[in-house]
């Protein structure tokens, strides 16, 4: 008895050992890949660009003379004509002045007309002069003395002219002080901004102090976009562009690019350029202020083969390279594949030859050089003569797990690492 029970281990062990071996023993598996059709459609490539919504002209609406608010005739948002009065300055100081000028000039006109009546007095004494020396009734001293009288009348006359003169430049200067209390619309739009209160005193001692902002077109606005230089060159004015705001998600504006303007703004040695993007505007529901997400269009492709990014950016592992006894692909630069970037054309990269992989009819790699075009961060438009619409090209593997060893694939891709039951190659 004890003899059978050492044979039924023996044989229970041997089976253990069996299984252990069969079920867990190293298995190589064919590998799967992940393949997209090769499409035609169209491509187009975008810049994007962060940006504030501001009308096209705000105007400062200021005061040329100090002294407090007395009155306010428009508040935000009113809408205002051109020549309409939007506040008033209390104007009693300037009266006043006026008032003092105007007393002033009346005061040297007439020390002018005295002026005047007394050179007509002294021209007759020197005429009455010269007549009597003729005669010799007078000696020349007294003739000379009217002469000099005569002429300094002359002199006194200028003087007294030109206080008149100084006089009526004052009472003006007055008269535009008084008329400056009155603060008037320069042109018809909607006021923005109110920055003063009744009773509040401003100064225009150093500088003009702003009372109102006015946007004068609300239905025609614009948006000041920063663009990298990066992106800076296949933008140019008349391009269309699109955007969006954060107070309508669902919405897209239209617009089109009016002006790329040459100052560069270099904030921590980042350079961008300000691209001004104008559109419509009839409700007024975008606002001055509102941050815009940009897309600027820069360039477009219909009815061209396109591949996804990822078929692009996809390099065989190196387990199945050393198999085929193939080198390293050279096309994509390093092991892994270069990043496209969004708007690559090919007058930037002319002729540049890139690979994709499909699969023959033996289920085999075989790579296929191609022509990049323009790119929009999803697609790429390509030019081939090996590849057609409808074409598989392979964009990344799947296999089950523990199917493969961790070694035979790259970085990434094995080890025991990975939660779900099935590993795919990220793109």
Do not use: C
Not at 94 to 109: E, G, I, M, P, T
Not at 148 to 171: F, N, P, R
Not at 357 to 373: F, H, I, Q, Y
């Amino acid at each position: 008895m004890r003899r059978v029970s050492i044979i039924v281990g023996v044989l229970a062990l041997g089976l253990a050992i069996a299984g252990y071996v069969f079920f867990n023993g190293e298995r190589k598996v064919p590998v799967r890949y992940r393949t997209v059709p090769v499409e035609r459609g169209t491509v187009v490539s975008l810049v994007t660009a962060t940006g504030t919504i501001n009308p096209i002209t705000t105007v400062q609406v200021g005061s040329q003379v100090s002294g407090m608010i007395e009155s306010l005739h428009a508040d935000f948002n009113s809408k205002v004509k051109a020549n309409q009065v939007v506040a008033r300055i209390d104007p009693f100081p300037y009266q006043a002045r006026r008032d003092q000028a105007v007393a002033s000039l009346a005061n040297a006109k007439a020390a002018f007309e005295k002026a005047r009546i007394d050179l007509a007095q002294r021209r007759r004494e020197l005429d009455r002069a010269k007549s009597l020396i003729g005669q010799q009734f007078i000696s020349q001293n007294e003739v000379d003395v009217a002469l000099t009288a005569s002429e300094g009348a002359v002199a006194q006359l200028k003087v007294t002219e030109a206080a008149v003169k100084q006089a009526e430049a004052l009472v003006q200067a007055a008269e535009l002080d008084l008329k400056y209390t009155v603060i008037r619309s320069p042109v018809d739009g909607v006021v923005i901004s109110r920055l003063v209160e009744v009773g509040q005193r401003i100064s225009a001692s150093f500088s003009i102090p702003t009372l109102f902002l006015i946007a004068e077109d609300v239905t025609k606005m614009q948006v000041d976009t920063n663009v990298s230089e990066a992106d800076i060159g296949g933008i140019v004015d008349g391009k269309a562009a699109s955007f969006t705001v954060d107070a309508y998600p669902g919405d897209a504006f239209q617009g089109r690019v009016r002006q790329v303007r040459n100052a560069p703004i270099n904030i921590q040695n980042v350079v961008t350029y300000d691209v001004v993007v104008e559109f419509e505007n009839p409700e007024f529901r975008l606002k001055p202020g509102m941050t815009a997400n940009v897309s600027i269009i820069v360039n477009k492709r219909d009815n061209v083969l396109k591949v996804p990014n990822a078929a692009l950016r996809f390099v065989p592992p190196k387990a199945i390279r050393d198999e085929r006894g193939e080198a390293e692909p050279k096309s994509n630069g390093d092991g892994r594949g270069k990043r496209l970037a969004a708007g690559t054309a090919p007058a930037d990269m002319p002729n540049r030859q890139w690979g994709v992989w499909t699969l023959d009819a033996t289920g085999e790699l075989a790579r296929v050089s191609v022509e990049m075009g323009i790119s929009d961060r999803s697609y790429v438009e390509i030019a081939a003569a090996d590849l057609q619409e409808g074409d598989q090209v392979v964009t990344g593997i799947e296999s089950p797990r523990g199917e493969r060893k961790g070694g035979e694939l790259p970085p990434g891709f094995g080890g025991g690492q990975q939660r779900s039951g099935r590993r795919d190659r990220g793109l």
